[in-house]
């Protein structure tokens, strides 16, 4: 006679920065939880992998919402206070310093509001006042609201801003940083992004996004959450208004309270019993990227003068922010240097390190034979490497070969691999259900569809879904 299935108050899909996140919180409250991941490493769109002694992070750039210690109020004192982490576990090191570069103009974003201000002053006189009225509606805006209200922040820019070179440099970070909208961001989560880049900044652990993970890992660990590694779920069985049970990919069947899923809105909705598996084909992302990383000897690299943490460029007149027709489009990205943060006098990074990110179309990489997918990997690795060296203090090609130690190339067919996401869309359906509901009443989305952006972002949203469908009902 079988055993009955296995039961759970609830049942997390992912183990990336939101599912982790859901995950603790849940568990601190004593619910029994169960954690479902189809790879074999955490972290979701932000992990790590090794290749031999080297660690190459996933995904992140910089955790963005760095404050000193000590403010009050922010999202990430509120992350740690929810999942009750020391900001010294964290190990966080504010970057050096930030650029947006556009139309031989350049913007600072440094951690430090008042001079990114004083640069608007500076470049753009005539708009510098249009400017502060613009950050004093967006600072009177809740970006936290689950009950946010849309709209395009491209034509609220248009409204507030007469100079369209201003325009576009305030939507160039904020659309590479969390955009699943072609050509513009949605208001609330343009002021997310106002918020956790402008006016807080960027950080990053001495050791990367491992750092993270491992912190969240240890509180699964220390509150009993079953993690079960390269376990995916084929379906997610449907009776009349509620997920019943769930089928994992070895067979065996889970029933539960209640589901949390991060593999995303469409994603999740084509695991259902009740679904087709072609469902929701006009809510799916058409975003993705191309991202490079290079390494390089650290005695040579220090003689690159590379001085910026990240750079935001855009070499055309306007900034076009949509999929290429091509296979990449170079002419806008962004440029992140991890050695460029402080980390002190008593330790640095072990290579220098270069990671370059570029718009990519997902069906052109996909079509592509393997043998040729291969070669414009290396293709595009050497472009965008050239590109971003335009925006730096200038070395030859010869002086960057000579010193370059490994590298390596991630395109949407990467992304759609090993997150499942759909078109390889990194942030995700352009449609998003900032309170987490589905049409069933018990199955909840947390991650990229909820509306949350960036690291902090992704584990407040877990954090959030969890508060307000786990714990307050």
């Not at 695991?271 to 005695?299: F, H, M, N, W």
């Not at 595009?380 to 490994?406: E, F, G, K, Y």
Request: aromatic share 8%; glycine share 8%.
């Amino acid at each position: 006679m079988d055993s009955a299935p296995v039961h759970y108050d609830a049942v997390i899909i992912g183990a990336g920065m939101s599912g982790l996140a859901a995950a603790v919180r849940l568990s601190m409250f004593g619910q029994k939880v169960l954690l479902l991941e189809k790879h074999n490493a955490a972290g979701g769109l932000n992990s790590f992998y090794a290749r031999g002694n080297r660690k190459y992070d996933v995904g992140l750039h910089a955790l963005t919402n760095w404050v000193p210690e000590g403010a009050k109020g922010t999202p990430l004192t509120k992350l740690m206070r929810q999942l009750r982490i020391k900001r010294e576990e964290l190990d966080l090191c504010p970057q050096l310093g930030s650029l947006i570069k556009m139309g031989g103009k350049q913007l600072r974003v440094n951690n430090h509001f008042p001079d990114l201000m004083d640069d608007v002053a500076q470049v753009f006189p005539q708009a510098i006042d249009q400017f502060r009225a613009l950050d004093h509606f967006i600072s009177n805006i809740d970006e936290a609201a689950l009950d946010a209200h849309g709209g395009s922040a491209r034509a609220l820019l248009n409204e507030k801003i007469s100079d369209p070179l201003l325009r576009d440099m305030l939507l160039l970070p904020t659309c590479f940083y969390g955009s699943a909208l072609e050509n513009d961001i949605e208001v609330s989560q343009f002021a997310i992004m106002w918020r956790s880049l402008f006016k807080e900044g960027f950080a990053r652990p001495f050791i990367g996004v491992r750092q993270v993970i491992r912190l969240l890992l240890d509180r699964c660990r220390e509150h009993q959450v079953d993690r079960r590694m390269k376990c995916g779920v084929k379906q997610i069985v449907v009776r009349g208004s509620r997920a019943t049970a769930l089928i994992l990919d070895d067979g065996t069947e889970v029933t539960t309270n209640k589901i949390y899923s991060s593999a995303g809105a469409v994603e999740t909705q084509r695991l259902r019993s009740d679904c087709s598996p072609q469902v929701a084909q006009g809510e799916i992302g058409r975003l993705g990227y191309l991202e490079t990383i290079s390494t390089y000897q650290p005695e040579e690299f220090s003689k690159f003068n590379w001085k910026e943490t990240i750079i935001f460029f855009c070499d055309e007149e306007r900034f076009n922010y949509q999929s290429p027709k091509g296979l990449v489009d170079p002419k806008s990205g962004v440029i992140c240097i991890p050695n460029n943060y402080q980390y002190g006098s008593e330790r640095s990074l072990d290579e220098g390190w270069l990671r370059v990110t570029a718009l990519a179309n997902h069906d052109a990489w996909c079509r592509l034979p393997e043998e040729e997918y291969l070669a414009r990997k290396t293709e595009w690795l050497n472009q965008l490497n050239r590109v971003a060296r335009n925006h730096l203090p200038l070395i030859s090609d010869a002086t960057h070969d000579a010193a370059l130690t490994s590298s390596d190339v991630f395109t949407p067919r990467t992304v759609r691999k090993f997150t499942g996401h759909l078109n390889g869309a990194i942030y995700g359906s352009p449609i998003k259900r900032r309170d987490g509901r589905t049409d069933l009443e018990n199955l909840f989305i947390i991650g990229t569809d909820q509306g949350f952006l960036g690291v902090t972002g992704a584990m407040l949203s877990g954090i959030s879904m969890a508060n307000l469908h786990g714990l307050t009902q």
